[in-house]
């Protein structure tokens, strides 16, 4: 599909594992964190959002964490099933540019049966 | 959330051409916007379509190439002009919805190939 890309980081799971995908931010500026997901010849699905304010926010499944020392950010997905299987993209936006997103580079998850 | 479509899903063009890609959102937004997705790249942002005024371009993006149109709260258009093999990419466009979450959901994009 039209998001595999050589120069992609890539993560290999076994089902029923746990993932970790990580990303790095750029601005200490941001205020608001987001994890999409996004399989081939669709558009990014949202996941789960973090304010700057928090550092842990769980949904079903998934918990993201944001360590704003080292602008850090992470994804861990529990379970991880085939059907994750997608690129992930971390954003971050907010402080003086409402709406307005930065993404990362992306991560390939594959996860195997 | 809301969802949003686009048309077309995808096109071939000529070099030379200009091509109008068209966003609907279910439900009103609050803002909308378009960004481009090269292949196997992440996604950058073009611009925010402001309804009933200019659109507000990024960086490297300029109204001349990248015209838009956003005559009310739940459609925009982005017109690709004059494109060139450069231009191929996912373009997509994204609402941000009323709701308290203000969570920001994107369209399946459009991709285009120009020869």
């Known amino acids: 599909g039209e998001n595999v890309g050589l120069h992609l980081p890539t993560l290999s799971v076994q089902e029923g594992d746990n993932s970790i995908i990580n990303c790095a931010y750029s601005n200490s500026a941001s205020d608001y964190f987001i994890w999409y997901k996004q399989e081939s010849g669709k558009g990014p699905q949202f996941i789960i959002d973090?304010?700057?304010?928090?550092d842990k926010r769980q949904g079903q499944r998934v918990t993201v964490l944001l360590n704003k020392t080292v602008k850090h950010l992470s994804l861990q997905i529990a379970a991880t099933q085939p059907g994750d299987s997608a690129v992930y993209f971390c954003?971050?936006?907010?402080?003086?540019?409402?709406?307005?997103?930065?993404f990362g580079q992306g991560t390939i998850l594959t996860v195997h049966p | 959330s809301a969802v949003i479509s686009q048309k077309p899903s995808r096109d071939i063009c000529q070099r030379g051409t200009s091509l109008t890609i068209q966003c609907q959102v279910d439900?009103?937004?609050?803002?909308m916007f378009w960004y481009r997705q090269q292949p196997g790249q992440s996604l950058t942002l073009i611009a925010t379509?402001?309804?009933?005024?200019?659109?507000?371009?990024e960086s490297g993006f300029v109204i001349d190439k990248f015209p838009i149109s956003r005559p009310n709260l739940t459609f925009s258009t982005l017109t690709v002009s004059n494109m060139s093999p450069e231009d191929s990419s996912i373009y997509l466009c994204?609402?941000?919805?009323?709701?308290?979450?203000?969570?920001?959901?994107f369209g399946p994009g459009t991709r285009l190939t120009v020869l």
């Open positions: 379509a402001n309804q009933g005024s200019e659109a507000t371009y």
């Open positions: 994204s609402g941000i919805g009323t709701g308290d979450d203000n969570e920001q959901f």
């Open positions: 973090i304010r700057s304010n928090m």
């Open positions: 954003a971050e936006g907010g402080g003086t540019s409402y709406g307005k997103l930065t």
């Open positions: 439900s009103q937004v609050t803002m």
